[in-house]
């Protein structure tokens, strides 16, 4: 006997090994025409919201459906291409940008037109811009996950900029006072957080690398 294969010692075709499928993900997926939506609807709520001088309640109210619509693409995006393993390069880059864009371009534009303080524009961007280049800062030492507070912090930012976004009187008009109170409490105490894990992250990291070493 001998430990050639018959296909081998007779001279046929050697049988090719199995090579796995490698699944290739395609730009056009769900996930990202959200995501792309999410980014056209920002040009469009900005002419919106700035149409006849900005103050007409029509108008505020076309405003507040398109940034309502790209809040809502934000929710769904992300979590369809983690489930079904759609995840691209350009939805890595593009979805935190959308994110990023629809929010800056809403605060920015409350604020021209003084609905909003400067000075929480200013405190919710820096931290969002903030905490986006922290992430890039570690990511060769790991991942910073979302947390709880993270997500409340969305939802309370989101809520609030849709209730300024809107010609509101009277109650309401309070009301949306106090939601953005607690947005940027949450954007705040949240940012710190994020803060506090990225250095511990880092420090850990370079442990590990330093441990390597020797």
Known sequence: MTDIPAS???GGPMAKPKTAAVRTVSLWNIANILTMVRLLLVPAFVLLMLADGGHDPA???????AFSI??????FDGELARRYNLV???GKIADPIADKAIMGAALICLSALSDLPWW???VILFREIGITVMRFWVI?????PASRGGKMKTLAQGIAVGMYILALTGPLATLRWWVMAAAVALT??????YVRQALVLRRAGLA???????
């Open 120 to 122: 929480v524009t200013g």
């Open 140 to 144: 060769r030492h790991g991942v910073i």
């Open 70 to 75: 790209a809040m809502i693409t934000d929710l």
């Open 208 to 214: 590990a690398e330093r441990a390597r070493e020797h």
């Open 59 to 65: 108008w505020r109210s076309f405003a507040w459906a």
């Open 8 to 10: 081998a010692a007779s």
């Open 88 to 90: 691209t390069d350009f």
């Open 188 to 193: 705040v105490g949240t940012g710190l957080d």
